[in-house]
């Protein structure tokens, strides 16, 4: 925990400890509490700004520690790492509980804080697609997203003009054969579900939403969806950003650019 922090509680438990009818019991309520409060590991400009809509929705309370990618690398700082070994964030702390992998902390606070709603009970109808969909954001959409933002990154990479060519000609035809005919395909998928159902899971909202929302939403900030392309997935982002949560966890968590 911050120095600062503890020194704050510690200054107003002495002030509050010297007032008639308190005792030192209160100051170790309030310490046990801050250690163990939920505390969201939390990257600029990153799929951890999921996690804190997740929490506004749930109106859990929590604390955020920022953490700054560098500015050349775009990578997570190391210091990361002694949270989690990857580095990665989302990471969250829930007292002596360290979660990484949006997926798996999204499925623990939505079964903690939300059992039936925000994670469907197992014998519901709902049940199957949350646990879908839940896997199917990181686990099939996200890859072929990446490596466009790889090639894409190796086309506009400084190389010497004679070697140019060659980079430009293997990322074409990468993403020619594979890449984009993949996230073309995804797309259209997606659209038909959410031309059939208002939600991922059905006609309520779930943690599968919030698993989804991150590569459809950098999509749209991209222009990769548009309200013409697919307008269903369209609608569906500009709804879901317009809910109180996510806009109050826009404005704690700071710097997001949709980018992926
Ligand atoms: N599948 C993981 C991916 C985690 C991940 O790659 N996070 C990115 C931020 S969006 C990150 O930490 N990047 C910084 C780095 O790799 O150093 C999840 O959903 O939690």
């Given at each position: 925990m911050e120095k600062s922090l503890w020194l704050r509680i510690l200054l107003q438990q002495l002030t509050v400890n010297?007032?008639?009818?308190?005792?030192?019991v209160k100051l170790l309520t309030i310490q046990h509490t801050v250690k163990t409060m939920l505390t969201v590991h939390h990257l600029n400009n990153s799929r951890s700004q999921r996690i804190l809509w997740l929490l506004e929705e749930l109106g859990v309370e929590y604390k955020i520690k920022f953490y700054a990618r560098d500015?050349?690398?775009q990578l997570a700082p190391d210091e990361l790492k002694k949270i989690?070994?990857?580095?990665?964030?989302?990471v969250v702390t829930d007292g002596s509980e360290v979660l990484a992998e949006s997926g798996a902390i999204i499925d623990y606070l939505g079964y903690k804080y939300?059992?039936?709603?925000?994670v469907p009970r197992?014998?519901?109808?709902?049940y199957k697609p949350y646990m879908y969909w839940l896997h199917y954001a990181?686990?099939?959409?996200?890859p072929p997203l990446l490596l466009k933002l790889v090639f894409d990154k190796v086309k506009s990479a400084k190389v010497p003009f004679f070697i140019k060519p060659v980079t430009h000609g293997i990322a074409n035809k990468v993403m020619d054969s594979f890449v984009t005919p993949n996230i073309k395909n995804h797309f259209a998928f997606v659209e038909q579900h959410l031309s059939e159902n208002t939600y991922f899971a059905g006609d309520e909202i779930t943690g599968a939403d919030i698993q989804m929302s991150f590569p459809l939403e950098a999509s749209v900030a991209k222009g990769a969806i548009t309200a013409v392309s697919h307008p269903h997935i369209y609608q569906y982002v500009d709804d879901f950003q317009a809910r109180e949560a996510y806009k109050a966890a826009l404005a704690k968590g700071g710097e997001y650019d949709y980018s992926i």
């Open positions: 010297c007032k008639p009818g308190y005792s030192g500015a050349k690398t989690h070994p990857l580095g990665k964030s989302p939300g059992y039936g709603e925000w197992r014998n519901s109808k709902k990181e686990g099939s959409l996200m």
